[in-house]
Nanobody, 123 residues
């Protein structure tokens, strides 16, 4: 069982930056693939980025070059550094985890979820 707690959301102006954190409790964090998803008002939850246990990363096209996902296995924490934020990045951001070194971008493939953290980007 893995429990995830996100933090770091907030209100920022367009062009600004935020860093989200996701603290995990439970066993074998380093063996989990970690991901960030987001859900904007009135829209379905969508994939943002993932990082495998070997630190291999993958990003949704709209965030490539602006967002960076990373992990610190010693701290059981995954991060999402978000730069050059746009109003369309406004959403609730969720951290997710699944055991194994996998290449999943669909939410149903992830077994553990955090409660979400709100990111609002003003124009």
């Amino acid at each position: 069982q893995v429990q995830l707690v996100e933090s770091g959301g907030g209100l920022v102006q367009a062009g600004g930056s935020l860093r989200l954190s996701c603290a995990a409790s439970g066993r074998a964090f380093s063996k989990h693939t970690m991901a960030w998803f987001r859900q904007a008002p009135g829209k379905e939850r969508e994939f943002v980025a993932r990082i495998r246990s070997g630190a291999i990363t993958y990003y949704e096209d709209s965030v490539k070059g602006r967002f960076t996902i990373s992990r610190d296995n010693a701290k059981n924490t995954v991060y999402l550094q978000m730069n050059s934020l746009k109003p369309e990045d406004t959403a609730v951001y969720y951290c997710a985890a699944v055991y194994g070194n996998v290449q999943y971008e669909v939410e149903r493939s992830y077994d553990y979820w955090g409660q979400g953290t709100q990111v609002t980007v003003s124009s």
